[in-house]
């Protein structure tokens, strides 16, 4: 599904990714740990598109297609999600305004009919029950004066709303507390299929020990410098970083 | 346009006329006068006029005098009517008890109505608007031909809502007098797509007895016109004043607000939505005069400038030196939605008493490309992007508006008629 190779990345000037290989196929959960600055939100920002990160060597392809030069907008529309690691403010529009325009811009890229305002509303209704978010969070303004919880949990509403071919949840699980956690983690098990799949960026093996991914690595310095499965993140744990960037340097 | 020389000429010999008309404003008329040939005409290098064209407001032609054109009903609630305007849905017959709305031409001598005229013409009004910044004030007073007085008798609470619609052009006046304990509230409206004049100058002053009550809703829609207002209130002990302001904007709009704060614990709130596109330039001076004791003012004021408008903004709070315990602030964020718009905002604190909580906050900003690329990564293209948030923006502004639904409606309409 998602194929990147030997990938560099500029941003303002610094080179932050310094030759990543990734390849992910539909059914798998992918983790991605590493320390601070190892280029793990970079990561997560230049596969959703977002402006000012410039590919200098190296290629993304999605489903087979080069998505390089595509719009985040128009990745969006294929499939590709990124829950934010601070989900943005926008006062005044509406959870539920934004969801459907979303929506509706994913099913016409799709060529299908928008699915009916009636349909749509009963089923925010239905997963916002599930990631525990009162309904009326529906009707507020895009996470406006949401609290850190209520941000993340209403980035696992849109992932459960739009169902992406693939999820890239950028630390969602930072700043949450357990029960949270464990609600967050129920969504994202909730989302995931053969058919999809999820790539996790994350700094602690807690969130893994709700999800369990069938990959674990290590990005240290802009490379993927260790690879492995879920028991990986459980030698992290308790090793830390050092000894896999030691070993990078 | 007249040059000022001319203009000067017009309003003499406009004046010389009026000597025959409701010759007991003669001497309110003079003073007026006279104290605009001693300040002068609104100027550039005037500090509080400095983002404006003063001779925008000295208008070509010759300008009407009388507002005899205005009406007023009592609503018991409003809707859109099939004119887009705010309209009653059901209309009371009578005005209530307590309350008066008469022309000050159709006051007898002897009425009691003319005694409350006098009375505040003399005394409370006399200093409130007389100040150098306001001969704008001064020009609307020496002219003055009519205007409408709205009384409320002591403790009367009046439960319907007074609509005013005003005239678009001309110099009107509006007088409004709450006594001790008594409420109104009171709706303001300019009328939508009818420009029939050259320009609009409209003074409202207010005085508010102790415990008197006042919420007053002005909602002006765009024009082609040029229009000035000043709105002046005197509080009493313990009265409490809720001015909302709509705007859009207009070919020039400029509003000077002066509220004085005398009484002890009296308290103003004033909320301002500004929106001004293609050129247009708004202006909104606020000056917030705390003199009592324990006095509270909050002025939350937004606004949004998009293709060459000018917003202006200045708030001024006054602490006078026995205003201990006054309680003010002022938060005014604006947001511009291209780079050919242009807002200025200029808090200003004087505070002469030590025991005060004061605060301030201006933000001028633009949409932010953090907004843009969250919407984006959901699917939804940048200029819709762009678009929702500028709705979202204009919306947000709204939210505690009485008359929202509405509001809404015609703010976006301007917005989206815009940007198309």
Known sequence: ?249 | MLDRYQFIKQCEAQYQELSSRLPWMDSIRSESRSRLHAVGLPAKNHEYWKYSAPEQYLFSENMPTNSRGKHWRCEDALNIDMQGQLSGDSVCGALPDGLTVERFSDIDRDSSSRGILEQHFNSNLKNLSAQNRYSMGDLNTSMLNDGVLIHVGKGVTVAPLLNMQLDSSGYQRLLVVLEAGSSLTLLEQLPIDEVTGSGLSHLVESSLAPGANLQHSRIQPASTASDYALTSAHLGASAYYNLNLYTLGATNRRHDINFKLVGDDSKVDLNAALYADNSQTSETLVNMEHLGKRTVSQQIIRGIATSRARISINGRIHIHPHAQQTDASLSNKNLLLDNTARINTKPELEIYADQVKCAHGATVGQISEEEIFYLRSRGIDSETARFMIAQGFIRSCLIDAEFKDYLERLFMEAFISWEQ
């Open chain 1, 1 to 249: 599904m998602l194929k990147v190779e030997n990938l560099h990345v500029e941003v303002a000037g610094k080179i932050i990714l310094k030759g990543l290989d990734l390849t992910i196929s539909a059914g798998e959960v992918h983790a991605i740990m590493g320390p601070n600055g190892s280029g793990k939100s970079t990561l997560s920002n230049v596969l959703a598109g977002k402006p000012g990160y410039t590919i200098i060597k190296g290629s993304i392809s999605f489903d087979g297609a080069a998505i390089d030069e595509l719009s985040p907008e128009q990745r969006a529309r294929m499939g590709i999600f990124l829950a934010f690691q601070y989900p943005v403010e926008i006062p005044g529009v509406s959870n539920m305004e934004f969801l459907k325009a979303a929506s509706d811009s994913i099913y016409k890229h799709r060529a299908l009919e928008p699915e009916s305002s009636m349909d749509f509303i009963k089923r925010a209704r239905q997963l916002s029950a599930l990631v525990d978010l009162d309904q009326g969070f529906l009707k507020r303004g895009v996470n406006e004066g949401f609290s850190g919880g209520e941000k993340k949990r209403n980035e696992i509403l849109q992932l459960l709303m739009l169902q992406p071919r693939l999820a890239i949840l950028d630390e969602t699980d930072s700043g949450l507390d357990i029960d949270a956690l464990k609600t967050v983690s129920e969504g994202i098990n909730s989302y995931k299929n053969s058919d999809n799949a999820v790539l996790l960026i994350t700094h602690y093996q807690r969130l893994l020990n709700h999800i369990q991914p069938d990959f674990v690595h290590v990005l240290a310095d802009g490379k993927i410098v260790r690879s492995g499965d879920h028991n990986l993140a459980t030698e992290l744990e308790a090793k830390g970083y050092a000894w896999l960037t030691d070993t990078a340097a």
